[in-house]
């Protein structure tokens, strides 16, 4: 499974942006797709998942709100929409998949893109 995020960009607080996360490969084999996110100096933490058949959505609590997670009608890419964007959202947005087992949470086993980066200015 090769994976490819983009939409990434520089955005004032209080703006928004959709990432997208473009799947390619043995696609039949995606259980859920992931969105994580690395801010400067920390660590990766996730930030929601779906199912790939689109009906689960998982998200952390800490982002429950601003952050939304869906599958889009080409049915091999995910998207994340962020709203209301403040600084602390400033990171490298990573996209992952599960495959070949029945799990939502990706590990660093499965499959990820390259990352791509959010810049929100205040």
């Known amino acids: 499974v090769q994976l490819q995020a983009s939409g990434g960009g520089l955005v004032q607080a209080g703006g928004s942006l959709r990432l997208s996360c473009a799947a390619s490969?043995?696609?039949?084999?995606?259980?859920?797709m992931n969105w994580f996110r690395q801010p400067p100096g920390k660590e990766r933490e996730f930030v929601a998942a779906i199912t790939w058949n689109g009906a689960n959505t998982y998200y952390a609590d800490s982002l429950k709100g601003r952050f939304t997670i869906s599958r889009g009608n080409a049915k091999n890419t995910v998207y994340l929409q962020i709203n209301n964007l403040n600084p602390e959202d400033t990171a490298v947005y990573y996209c992952?998949?599960?495959?070949?087992?029945?799990?939502?949470?990706?590990?660093?086993?499965?499959?990820w893109g390259q990352g791509t980066l959010v810049t929100v200015s205040s």
């Open positions: 992952a998949a599960v495959s070949g087992r029945t799990v939502v949470r990706a590990t660093g086993d499965d499959y």
């Open positions: 490969g043995r696609t039949f084999s995606i259980y859920a």
